[in-house]
């Protein structure tokens, strides 16, 4: 390394720096203790060896001793997301209080901490229950799936089915940071992007899966199908973003099954049980029960062969 180049890198270090220094945001100051991206996400696949036992590793020690394999695992879990719970509640409260608060989880932030990992623990048994159920709509649903297991090692619909509804309690119990970090994961690995404050009922099935998106405040019934680039979106009049009361984005009921590329916008937009809304269409306003949506076949023009020069 030239003393040109040396003296380049300690320029932006300098930079740099200051940049760190000067932007709160930067949480490089001593006391400002963010949650962790990799303890999160590796919380995240520990808890996903529990709920699908034998599928991702330690296929022995889940046959062999099912309650030591779930017991030793469930206190390692239990002790990551305790960690990054009251982490996220205390970085809360530092950036409300920055002059008194210094990150760092005090006795208060580590009380919710345990009241939240006390009952999101106390939801895994009914969690596992559901996922059984979107695993068999998956199998169900799919012709081309061979078998249910294959479903739980292969169907990316299934594993940001499965992010989504741990992110979801969480997001329930008004974790910060946390509930968005896990689903921001799948959409990463999947191309799926669920909100963790959607209302998704069971036996919940994503069909290829890529593009589709469900906003903040959709409701899903049971037994709803989705296949890929599915919008359930929001509409942004003035003022509605701003109002936390106001549901955004659609309501589906029961037994709906929509088609590829169709965009569903608006809270004010409901979906009746048993409708079938068809690929490519565009909804902002209600659809009666036990409908079919479809879109008129669009003209095609067919020209002569091309001739070769």
Known sequence: MNQN???TIEKVVEEISENYDNEPLFSTKAGKNMPEWKEIIDALKELRLVMFPGYFGEQDATRCLPKYFVGDRLLTIYH????QIACAFAYEESEVHASEITGIPDEDNQRKAERVCSEFFEQLPRIQKLLLKDVQAGYDGDPAAQSKEEVIFSYPGLFAIFVYRIA???????????????????????GID?????????????DHGTGIVIGETTIIGDNVK????????????????????????????????????????????????????????????????????????????????????
């Open 168 to 190: 979801h309690e969480l997001y329930i119990r008004q974790v910060p940071f946390i509930p968005r970090i896990m689903t921001e994961y799948a959409h990463a690995k999947t």
């Open 194 to 206: 669920i909100n963790s404050g959607a209302q998704i009922g069971e036996s919940f099935f994503i």
């Open 5 to 7: 180049t040396k003296t």
């Open 80 to 83: 990551m997301f305790f960690e």
């Open 226 to 309: 989705l296949y890929q680039g599915a919008t359930l979106g929001a509409l942004s009049p003035a003022g509605m973003a701003t109002n936390p009361n106001v549901r955004r984005h659609p309501k589906v009921g029961n037994n709906v099954v929509i088609y590829a590329n169709s965009t569903l916008l608006g809270g004010a937009t409901e979906i009746g049980d048993n409708v079938i809304v068809g690929g490519n269409a565009f909804l902002t306003s209600s659809v009666e029960p036990d409908t079919i949506v479809s879109v008129k076949t669009p003209e095609l023009t067919f020209r002569g062969k091309r001739h070769k020069e």
